[in-house]
């Protein structure tokens, strides 16, 4: 078992997590026709919008509330309600989701009840399904965004079980915010396969796929609809993958009866036979071809690979589920985990994590760890690439953001041909830093190896 530590700098030098509304926003992204719409300052949305079209390269509808100085003070509910009435005039959205920062929770506004109010009293939002997370940025990180904002959608929107509704061949897929368009995208075929029809929240494969429309589209294009969302009490059953998406699957249970399951990770062989045979048994079916193919072609990957893989010594810093997911694929493949630096201890998860200690800090520490452990390999996400520079140790990007590299939203490393193809890309990064011997690295050796001969000559003489 793995021991917590809580770093207690002053300071985070090279911070590694991502707030918590930028996390929310990114769910909401994940919902058709939707508009993010963050109450804070201008500065507040700035910083994530800037990040969120790195990463996906895409246009992104965040909007904010524009809080300044005299708002601070007086309050900031007209704000809202004038932001609200903006978005709708002029966006024409089926949905905005809202995102507190720490300037509005430190100030310990009622902002739920602002809200309420501005929707009795204004006509105008009738036709707009609006919802709230509260994601202050000294609470939690990326993650616990994520799983508020899904929370909140399925609170508001989700409507309870209608018993003479006959259930649907459906499933719910809760995916966690270190899934990307590919990642879904391979969960969702191989739901169908099943003969299943998944319905995904939030989906970004639909809305940050690099999908380009023929005319200008004001908010989210793609996504689950506001339709299937309030259906999801139809489905047989609900899997979430990641811990922090137990308190929206146990939400989604209580209010429509459908029954969930947690998958911790979708990386590595056995999280891939979890997730097959969990549809095997909602759905009453066997494993079609497709998919024994892929497992036969993820262990031919493993056999591989192992080689490269086997006593490599792998320094690790992510939010906690990813963190969890990557250092079990690591420690399967005979790696071993000598730094791992999560961005919150918010999951129970980490104590699991295969290393003597995980440390709740930044990238400094990832740096400072790495080097001191003689890491040969660097996990983290794209501001990881300067202590990767400075310590001469390769980088394997992962999680948000990833701005230094196309293709990041497309990249699959769950499931057999997600993990098969995440093998090789590590297994390249080492083959690209090993050094090919030539006759001249030998040339040290070969005065004793004519000593050597010399020797037993004399010995056989004798």
Known sequence: MAEIIHSHKSLATNPLKSSTPLGASLAYLGVAGSVPLLHGSQGCTSFALVLTVRHTKEAIPMQTTAIDEIATIMGGSENLEEALINLTKRMKPRFIGIATTALMETRGEDIVGDLKLILERRPELRDVRVVLARTPDFAGALEDGWSKAVTAIIDGIVEPRDSAVPLHQQINILPGVHQTAGDIEWMVETAESFGLTPVVLPDVSGSLDGTVPDHYIPTTFGGTTIESIAHMSRALH?????EHMRAPAELLDEKTGVRSTVLASLTGLGPSDDFVALLTKVSGRAAPPRLRRQRSQLIDAMLDGHFYF?????????????????????????????????????????????????????????????????????????????????????????????????????????????????????????????????????????????????????????
């Open 238 to 242: 609900t899997v979430a993958i990641g």
């Open 310 to 462: 086997g006593g490599k010594r792998i320094a690790i810093a992510a939010d906690p589920d990813l963190l969890t997911g990557l250092a079990g694929f690591f420690a399967s493949m005979g790696a071993d985990i000598v730094t791992a630096v999560a961005s919150t201890a918010n999951s129970p998860l980490l104590s699991e994590v295969p290393t003597a200690r995980v440390v709740v800090g930044d990238l400094q520490d990832l740096e400072d760890s790495a080097a001191a452990a003689e890491a040969d390999l660097l996990v983290t996400h794209s501001h990881g690439r300067k202590a990767s520079e400075r310590l001469g140790i390769p980088l394997l990007r992962v999680g948000f953001p990833i701005f230094d590299r196309l293709g990041a939203m497309h990249r699959c490393t769950v499931g057999y041909r997600g993990t098969r193809n995440l093998i090789f890309e590590v297994a390249n990064i080492i083959l690209s830093g090993l050094h090919e011997h030539a006759p001249e690295d030998f040339s040290h050796a070969l005065p004793i190896v004519e000593e050597s001969r010399h020797a037993g000559a004399t010995t056989a003489t004798c």
